[in-house]
């Protein structure tokens, strides 16, 4: 019988990395810190084209207008 970690009741391995804050009350400070960016620099192409990659453009989907501005 195989089991996985969320059925064998042994929790998973903690990552290495601290848990993210939350974005509404993160500071600019805690952010740069958790995306591993340098204000001064910022990211290389190569780290840019790494993330896109990873995560996709920095976009988010558009509404069609809100419903209560619709007449």
């Known amino acids: 019988m195989v089991t996985s970690p969320e059925t064998s009741g042994v929790p998973p391995p903690q990552s ?7 974005i509404a009350t993160a500071t600019v400070p805690e952010a740069l810190a958790t995306l ?3 204000p001064d620099t ?3 192409q ?3 084209d790494i993330r ?4 996709g453009y920095n ?3 558009e ?8 007449f």
């Open 36 to 38: 591993h960016v340098n």
């Open 59 to 61: 976009e988010v989907a």
């Open 16 to 22: 290495n990395r601290t848990r993210a804050p939350s």
């Open 63 to 70: 509404k069609k207008g809100h419903p209560a501005l619709q």
């Open 46 to 48: 190569a780290e840019v």
């Open 52 to 55: 896109r990659k990873q995560h």
């Open 42 to 44: 910022g990211l290389t």
